[in-house]
């Protein structure tokens, strides 16, 4: 059975949004052959999650906002995404789909870097966006989905950095979905060349509780030889916004891709990060935590396969269930036939807080290569009576035992993040989603 | 300050249906060091989890009293808050939960709201009583007993135990894995702890933690009973001569409880 969607965007709509936006000619015929494509192919399937009825479709487009000035203006609940004691130099801050705020450090701009929104650089940098933009990681033709984005999307960051070039200061992006019907259509594209290093961190942010919309985003990450790509999220759409989301890395030879994602949605979620370790001992870790609550439903796959021989992965999902949540976590492991002394290792756990919630964890490795080492560990189940009573032994009471013992699950990702603000918001969202 | 007392009559505990104590009487208080030895598998950990109130443990009669309040009736977190604290033979792993945070919670919930340790005193609290028991620093920040080493978890109960300074102390088999230069080291901890109001009740499987550590009271438990007490002179006398003479003195035959 095929479902019926019909697009609320239309041809015309897309090529006067793509010359409104003043975008090269090869963009405006990769959306219009999108367009066709998501007429035609199928929505993806993500195992044991039916998307079928899930709105991707039913959102507006096109919400300019207005640019602040200064941070200051910022009202307080997105001002807490960045760190007060040091003065964030590399920002950009998406509002809707227009961007309200953006500096780089000047030093990183004379050393070539490239941070900016996607639409400015596209009229500036239209080589080099054409050259990575669903080429390597993310291809149009996927699914449904993949083509819907490329037909409309609308907002995100180009983030360049040339060879040899080590970013230290971390790279921030802030998405804020003030809008409650607006569409983020977003597309992120990072590009490490070779032996450069950066950190990412980025926010997505909604308080859309009734109106409805949908999140579209893809993410592509390119570490060329000998780079390293850190990239954090904190995920956190309210419970109006169906999201889909996909992030991406592809990995070349010595490069590394680290992704420290806390998806903490409110609505319904289908989420994908696939790392393509090409290169021979490129190496990948990718940890994800995420929380559901209330009746929302969530898909999480975190896939890393491996081409490249002596390539390293490891997979990390932890997931907290409560109320009538249901999640399922995938985590795959695939080292193809050559990537011989390849690593690939995985661990999902599910922690349930309710008996009504609903929690899987699948762990999967496919191995096609003999002299490969691999392993996972999966486990549901609730929070470990024996723990509570260590803790409760020393006078902390069940609530804060529970708490600590929760907090302590999902640290892996709340560690690994760089901006401290960053950190610091995903603890408060973590402790306002269990409690 | 005279102390707290520990009155543990007539317990009888289950784990799963099978009962493992049948009859323990003793009684500790404010100020003394009391040792309880026996062979493997006569209950001596049984006592320990089953005063704290371990999940797995069912008391079928008997009362636990500190200061003539029933332990029973209250959960396992305000056992601690009236002033027990039992040193784990096997303490928990809490992955993503920092040592010096889980302690600092466990020191606060011993106050009253709004008389919450200060950072820096709590910081120079533990770094003192980590040199006392030789600890790396750096252990502070570590998940709370993830991948640490018998020894370091050992030590880690010790300086909790030093941290919270309780009424009563329960030591489960707090020797056993430890080399003799750890022994010595953890025996330090305990012994600082010393005074007038403190009790503590030390379980072991050896004589040689009391080598370092001089118990004012000793009971040998077998059967899931107290079967014998008696001054430091009797534990000395089980090193030498194991605990077949009880058992021929008190006829009991060779069988021993599985636990």
């Known amino acids: ?435 | 300050m005279a102390g707290s007392t520990l009155e543990i009559k007539d317990l009888h505990v289950e784990i799963e249906g099978q009962e493992i104590l049948k009859g323990v009487n003793l009684t500790i208080n404010g100020g003394e060091f009391h040792a309880v030895m026996g062979p493997n598998g006569t209950g001596k950990s049984t006592l320990a989890s089953a005063i704290m109130g371990h999940p797995k443990y069912e008391v079928t009669k008997g009362e636990v009293l500190l200061d003539g309040e029933n332990v029973l009736e209250m959960e396992v977190d305000e056992r601690a808050q009236a002033g027990l604290f039992l040193a784990m033979q096997y303490p928990s792993e809490i992955s993503g939960v920092t040592n010096s945070d889980f302690l600092r919670s466990a020191i606060n919930a011993h106050r009253e709201e709004g008389d919450e340790i200060s950072l820096m005193k709590f910081i120079k609290d533990m770094d003192s009583k980590m040199d006392t028991l030789e600890m790396d620093k750096n252990m502070a920040q570590r998940y709370l007993n993830e991948g640490f080493s018998g020894g370091e978890k050992k030590r880690n109960e010790i300086l909790q135990l030093m941290m919270i300074q309780p009424a009563i102390a329960i030591l489960d088999e707090i020797d056993s894995g430890l080399d003799i230069d750890a022994l010595k080291v953890v025996a330090n901890g305990i012994n600082e702890m010393r005074n007038d109001a403190f009790g503590c009740l030390i379980i072991t499987h050896y004589q040689r933690l009391l080598n370092y550590i001089t118990p004012d009271k000793v009971h040998v438990m077998m059967q899931g009973r107290v079967v014998k007490s008696g001054g430091p002179e009797l534990s000395q006398r089980l090193e030498a001569e194991g605990y077949d003479w009880i058992k021929q003195e008190l006829g009991i035959e060779d069988e021993t409880v599985n636990a």
């Open chain 1, 1 to 435: 059975m095929t479902v019926e969607v019909s697009l609320p965007y239309d041809k015309e709509y897309v090529t006067q949004f793509s010359q409104g936006q003043q975008e090269p000619e090869w963009m405006k015929k990769l959306r219009l052959s999108a367009l066709e494509k998501s007429e035609s192919l199928p929505l993806p399937k993500p195992d044991k999650t039916n998307i079928s009825k899930w709105n991707f479709t039913e959102f507006d487009h096109h919400v300019t906002s207005d640019r602040i000035e200064s941070l200051e203006e910022l009202p307080v609940e997105i001002k807490d995404f960045l760190d007060e004691e040091k003065e964030q130099q590399n920002l950009v801050i998406q509002r809707n789909h227009t961007v309200a705020y953006g500096s780089i450090d000047q030093k990183l701009k004379d050393q070539g870097v490239i941070f900016t929104d996607i639409a400015t650089a596209l009229r500036e940098h239209s080589d080099l966006v054409e050259k990575y933009y669903m080429n390597d990681a993310v291809h149009v033709d996927e699914h449904r989905l993949t083509a819907l984005h490329a037909a409309l999307m609308n907002g995100g960051i180009f983030l360049y950095v040339p060879k040899n070039v080590q970013i230290e200061e971390p790279i921030q992006a802030i998405f804020w979905q003030e809008d409650p019907k607006a569409s983020l259509i977003n597309h992120i594209l990072v590009v490490a060349e070779e032996n450069s290093s950066v950190t990412y961190v980025e926010n997505y942010i909604s308080h859309n509780k009734e109106e409805k919309t949908s999140a579209n985003i893809v993410t592509e990450v390119i570490a060329k030889d000998g780079a390293k790509v850190s990239f954090g999220a904190v995920d956190n759409f309210e419970a109006g916004t169906t999201v889909y989301t996909n992030r991406r890395g592809v990995a070349y030879r010595d490069s590394v891709i680290e992704w420290a994602l806390g998806q903490m949605n409110e609505g319904n979620t289908v989420s994908e990060n696939i790392t393509h370790l090409i290169g021979d001992n490129s190496h990948s870790n990718a940890k994800t935590v995420a929380i559901g609550r209330g009746s929302q439903k969530q898909n999480f796959t975190a896939n890393i396969t491996h081409f490249g021989k002596g390539s390293d992965g490891y997979i990390l999902q932890h997931g907290v269930m409560k109320d009538k949540a249901s999640a399922i976590f995938n985590g795959i492991g695939k080292i193809e036939h050559g990537a011989s002394k390849s690593n690939a290792e995985q661990e999902s756990r599910v922690l349930m807080l309710s008996s009504d919630a609903r929690g899987d964890a699948n762990p999967i490795l496919l191995i096609d290569e003999d002299d490969v080492t691999a392993g996972h560990a999966a486990s549901v189940g609730r929070v470990d009576p024996v723990q509570l009573y260590y803790l409760m032994s020393r006078g902390i009471s069940k609530f804060e035992a529970e708490r600590l013992i929760i907090h302590g699950f999902l640290a892996p990702v709340v560690k690994q993040l760089p901006v401290e603000a960053v950190k610091r918001q995903l603890q408060q969202v973590i402790e306002r989603k269990v409690y």
